[in-house]
């Protein structure tokens, strides 16, 4: 199966600045069928970019992600108070689907 | 707008089949081309995905829990469920439900805890 791993774990940011959170995985992910997910405590997650780079429906456009192959990166160009939470990753182009371990965004 | 929403007991005794049912409202399992999905995030850890049916009945299961898990679909109640056999401590988590690859709906998420 795909190990993806995530970095860093955790990113402390204060509101306004750029996140860059990174995703790479141990053998090329087909298709750049890649999902990135926000999860808040207590809540399911939410699926925030789907096929690398799209946007899933009524995602803010500060979301963005971006990469192939084995690379993968999911940007939030200026953080609202909202977006502090655990971000994963997830490939779906080979079974079983498997997710990241996550990375913590956090108020600096 | 499509809902699911997780039901089951919320404990199961060790060696026990642990059963859970998603119920889904706003659509119909069998009217669209959909993987339903089961996926599982033990106490303060990440995700698991566990298995999926199609919207045909055909299933798909992680390796790692193949041997343990049968996923069902009742199209005339709308829902699929989910049985993991021989349960253990390590089985304690929220189970989610969820429809598509990747996920774009999600339930809830209920808690299963595994303990005599």
């Known amino acids: 199966e795909i190990v993806l791993t995530q970095s860093p774990a955790t990113l402390s940011l204060s509101p306004g600045e750029r996140a860059t959170l990174s995703c790479g995985a141990s053998q090329s992910v087909s298709s750049s069928y890649l999902a990135w997910y926000q999860q808040k405590p207590g809540l399911a997650p939410r699926l925030l970019i789907y096929d690398a780079s799209s946007r899933a429906t009524g995602i803010p456009d500060r979301f963005s992600g971006s990469g192939s192959g084995t690379d993968f990166t999911l940007t939030i160009s200026r953080l609202e108070p909202e977006d502090f939470a655990v971000y994963y990753c997830?490939?779906?182009?080979?079974?079983?689907?498997?997710f990241g371990q996550g990375t913590k965004v956090e108020i600096k | 707008q499509v809902q699911l929403q997780e039901s089951g007991p919320g404990l199961v005794k060790p060696s026990q089949t642990l059963s859970l049912t998603c119920t889904v409202s706003g659509g119909s399992i069998s009217s669209g081309d959909y993987y339903w999905s089961w996926i599982r995030q033990p106490p303060g850890k990440g995700l698991e995905w566990i298995g999926y049916i199609y919207y045909s009945g055909s299933t798909y299961y992680n390796p790692s829990l193949k041997s343990r898990v049968t996923i069902s679909v009742d199209t005339s109640k709308n829902q699929f469920s989910l049985k993991l056999s021989s349960v253990t401590a390590a089985d304690t988590a929220v189970y989610y439900c969820?429809?598509?690859?990747?996920?774009?709906?999600w339930g809830q998420g209920t808690l299963v805890t595994v303990s005599s």
């Open positions: 997830q490939q779906y182009g080979s079974s079983p689907p498997t």
């Open positions: 969820a429809r598509e690859f990747p996920a774009d709906y």
